[in-house]
């Protein structure tokens, strides 16, 4: 169990986050009129309004027997008349348009000056006008599902978010390595560091948050090596009681934009058999073995799925299978029965998305058609329709810093991958960092070329 103070530290800080919000800035007059661009739900509001306003005139004029109506126009016309004969109309009606035109705006202007003034933040430079345009297409974007692992999940949820607030983060338990690999020894419970990365590449203060997430203790008894993240989630599950209620929590905390989902809550641990013979067990010992993986499962063998996770992907719009690790990050989520066959029943747009650099250890000499062939061995069935492909090639200072590692990028063998019944995306999703040689899928790049398949499905 975590001692006292660590809790009453993690809810502290709880309570601070939640209180981020400070007041924001009036935006200009001249922005009034985005108020009534399409999908905000203004204008029906303001016609609605307007027509309240007019039958509550008339309810009043009727209750004060004012009836029938013929006598409350009579007395407007009247009305009209002495004005008219005091005024020329030429005058009198375009100044009475736009004194009510400026009456309008002006009041207008200062209701929605007073309503920015309590929602928008001061840490946002645009105005609330465009934040509510950007929330409504947000939510109104494809139900996502990403289903993997490691740092290859939070890359891709970096840029989907910039698409679609419902997207929901599969992530695998079976790691047991690291700050991660202690808390599960010690504490119990699932390992923290994935789902803490998928938190953080969802947050809207993401780069903060990443920072505080990612922050490593290099001191203290008991908490060198371990991340803030994973002591934040771990003590969360102590206060929240399981595991599923603390993520969803600490996405209320830390303003997440999605869902993010264990595929199981059990406790799971890994194994391979190698083709040398040996036998394997633990995620973070098949990697160090470095030898080639002939068979793979995990204990308990058949694990149940969360059924959060199982809804999701029943109701979802599209399926994202990967980047990250073959046999560490991605198929240990198809070793779970349920996620593996809600997939396969799911009728629409699944794509998997292939790694750019074979593993050392793990997927050594492997082609784009053995990543795929991995994954059918596994689920038994083909669960995906189309795999995306990185085609922009390497520098040659990256490709001599990877060799040094014994990993290579991974050969698109076309006609393989054709005969395996799947559709071929090759785009340019690479971000390779200039200094140090080392790639990764770039978060935007990717995004936009998934996006742009799934439109066209």
Not at 169 to 191: F, K
Not at 211 to 236: K, P
Not at 361 to 383: F, L, M, S
């Amino acid at each position: 169990m975590l001692t006292n103070p660590v809790k009453q530290a993690l809810q502290n800080i709880k309570a601070e986050m939640q209180n981020l919000t400070p007041i924001g800035r009036r935006p200009r007059l001249r922005r009034l009129f985005k108020w009534l661009s399409p999908g905000l739900f203004v204008k029906r509001w303001l016609l609605i309004s307007s027509l309240g306003v007019i039958l509550t005139a008339i309810g009043l004029a009727i209750w004060a027997k004012l009836t029938p109506i013929a006598r409350l126009m009579g007395f407007v016309s009247q009305l009209l008349e002495t004005i008219t004969s005091l005024v020329p109309n030429y005058i009198s009606g375009p100044g009475a348009v736009l004194l009510g035109l400026i009456l309008m705006f002006w009041g207008q202007s200062r209701t929605l000056g007073s309503i920015t003034e309590v929602l928008k933040p001061d840490n946002d430079d645009r105005e609330l006008v465009d934040v509510l345009i950007a929330h409504r297409r947000l939510h109104r974007g494809p139900k996502i599902v990403a289903i993997g692992g490691g740092t290859g999940l939070s890359t891709l949820l970096r840029g989907l978010k910039e698409y679609s607030a419902n997207i929901t983060a599969i992530v695998t338990v079976a790691d047991d390595g690291g700050s991660s690999g202690r808390l599960r020894r010690e504490v119990g419970g699932l390992p923290p560091g994935d789902i803490r990365n998928c938190l953080a590449a969802l947050a809207d203060e993401e780069k903060l948050l990443t920072e505080l997430f990612q922050y490593r203790f290099s001191a203290g008894d008991g908490l060198t090596g371990h991340s803030f993240g994973n002591l934040f989630l771990t003590a969360m599950s102590e206060i929240s009681g399981d595991w599923e209620r603390a993520i969803a929590d600490s996405s209320q905390v830390l303003a997440v934009r999605g869902r993010v989902f264990p595929a199981t809550l059990s406790d799971v641990s890994l194994w391979a058999e190698l083709s040398d013979g040996r036998s394997i067990e633990g995620e973070s010992n098949i990697t160090a073995a470095k030898g080639k993986i002939k068979n793979i499962g995990c204990y308990p063998s058949n694990p149940p799925a969360l059924p959060a996770a199982i809804a999701a992907i029943e109701q979802a719009d599209y399926i994202i299978i990967g980047p990250g690790s073959l046999y560490t990050s991605i198929i240990p989520n198809l070793l779970v029965p349920q996620i593996r066959e809600a997939i396969a029943l799911r009728q629409v747009p699944r794509i998997y998305v292939c790694n750019i650099m074979t593993q050392n250890g793990e997927t050594d000499n492997y082609t784009v058609a053995d990543h795929i062939r991995a994954i059918d061995r596994v689920c038994d069935r083909k669960i995906f329709d189309a795999v995306l492909v990185n085609r922009r090639p390497l520098s040659e200072f990256a490709l001599s810093r990877y060799a040094l590692e014994k990993s290579h990028p991974v050969f698109l063998d076309r006609e393989a991958v054709s005969r395996l019944g799947r559709r071929l995306v090759v785009a340019d999703v690479l971000q390779e960092d200039k200094e140090t040689g080392r790639i990764r899928h770039s978060p935007q790049l990717l995004a936009k070329s998934l996006l742009r398949w799934y439109a066209k499905k």
